[in-house]
């Protein structure tokens, strides 16, 4: 079948050449124009090769300009249009879409019109040189899919590239878990420390007179607690003062003690109910240097003549608001005292020749704090003791105006009453001890 079409082609062509001849038309030397296509279609190819090996990068729109030279590149296929245009004058063009009329001379100007009669008139001359090669013609390629005539616009080609690779599957690790096993802190330590100097210098005529005198003032505090944020809180507090001051009229000591104590208080907490807790306190107090009266060796207090202690169990209040409160109830308490120096013990309400002595009795202490002000603060201290024989109470002050970080005034008031002592008169009085400094503080 495939042998008898083609001996019926090459007769036509004959025919259609021969009476191409005879006929005065506009005439189109196809090997020559077909040569060119194919030149300028091998140029093509070779700047893309240039451009593919120099800048491309892959953009998503690089679609090809032209892709009406397929039938070149494909597996050899028996089309229609080369037959048609070899025997017909009258030819329309398989993708134009208006009728051009072959021997009218518009050939010339129609750029597509030209393009496909060059490729029909290159695959006539295959078919009839090498018709062995034909393996399949153009109805079989529209039956299998292989051709499709029903696209009319232009098809934008997208190539996601993360739909194409799958992502590998997570593999599971498995490392080995080390734990550590903390133990939170409940330890908190805060410390402070001041220092408060002052000068004053008469000359020799001032009309009021006056002793020339230097003077300084050393604290040191430190508080350290134990909250374990359950039921225990156990808070150690240690504070000392120190004011040394020279007096012109003192012969014998170039300075005297002014401010001379050290306190240390440890108190237990165990939470009971609401604000209220179980609590064990005790409460130590001594002074540091011995003070003597002016121009004598005879010293009226020294560390640890006297030396105070009280042990009290009962109840604490706690109250933390805008202020800080805290009451210790103690209807049991143990205080001791204790003389080193046996010419000072009936001066500290001891008997002659006895060092201690011991009261059971009740304690009562508060503790309050609150800042009045941004930078004004007020600290104060009430202790009261008895025996149901005697009492003794004290009631300590300070307050605090901060200049700036490091500087600050503070005024210190400290009244405090012993029904055990007297004075030289035989008297009992209220004694008290009061200080206006300014001076470098800093808090750790």
Do not use: C
Not at 180 to 202: A, D, I
Not at 222 to 235: A, E, G, M
Not at 420 to 438: A, N
């Amino acid at each position: 079948m495939k042998k008898s079409l083609l001996l019926f082609m090459l007769a036509v062509l004959s025919l259609s050449i021969a009476s191409a001849q005879r006929m005065r038309r506009v005439k189109v030397n196809p090997t020559t124009f077909a040569d060119e296509i194919v030149q300028r279609y091998s140029d093509s190819l070779a700047q893309l090769k240039t451009y593919y090996d120099s800048t491309w990068t892959y953009r998503g729109n690089d679609l090809l300009k032209n892709p009406y030279y397929y039938r070149l590149f494909l597996k050899p296929t028996f089309y229609y249009s080369p037959i048609n245009q070899t025997m017909d004058n009258i030819w329309q063009s398989k993708y134009g879409t208006p009728a051009r009329t072959f021997s009218s001379g518009l050939l010339q100007g129609d750029l597509q019109l030209k393009r496909d009669s060059a490729m029909n008139d290159m695959l006539a001359q295959f078919y009839i040189s090498n018709p062995q090669y034909i393996s399949q013609d153009e109805k079989l390629l529209a039956e299998t899919s292989g051709l499709r005539t029903d696209v009319n616009d232009k098809i934008d080609s997208e190539v996601s590239l993360s739909d194409k690779l799958k992502p590998k599957a997570p593999e599971e690790v498995v490392e080995p878990v080390q734990i550590v096993n903390r133990r939170p802190n409940f330890w908190t330590l805060k410390h402070s420390y001041g220092v408060n100097l002052q000068q004053f210098h008469f000359s020799d005529n001032w009309y009021k007179g006056g002793n020339n005198y230097n003077s300084f003032l050393g604290t040191a505090n430190y508080n350290l607690t134990y909250n374990d944020q359950r039921k225990i809180v156990f808070v150690t507090t240690f504070a000392a003062r120190l004011g040394m001051q020279t007096v012109k009229g003192d012969t014998i000591h170039k300075w005297t003690p002014t401010s001379n104590e050290m306190r240390m208080v440890n108190n237990l907490n165990i939470k009971a109910i609401g604000k209220w807790s179980y609590s064990l306190q005790l409460n130590s107090v001594t002074q540091i240097l011995p003070k003597y009266n002016m121009n004598s060796h005879t010293a009226i207090s020294d560390i640890f003549s006297p030396f105070s202690t009280n042990l009290s169990i009962g109840m604490d209040y706690n109250l933390n608001k805008k202020f800080s409160l805290k009451v210790h109830l103690a209807p049991l308490s143990f205080d001791y005292r204790y003389v080193a120096r046996a010419n000072l013990e009936t001066r500290h309400g001891l008997k002659p020749h006895h060092h201690f002595k011991e009261y059971y009795g009740s304690n009562i202490s508060v503790n309050f704090s609150m800042n009045i002000l941004k930078d004004l603060s007020w600290t104060s201290r009430l202790d009261y003791f008895t025996d149901y024989s005697f009492y003794r109470w004290e009631f300590e002050n300070t307050l605090r105006f901060s200049i700036n970080k490091y500087l600050n005034t503070t005024l210190y008031l400290y009244p405090r009453f012993d029904y055990s002592r007297r004075d030289r008169d035989g008297k009992r009085k209220i004694e008290y001890q009061e200080s206006f400094t300014l001076g470098f503080n800093i808090d750790f």
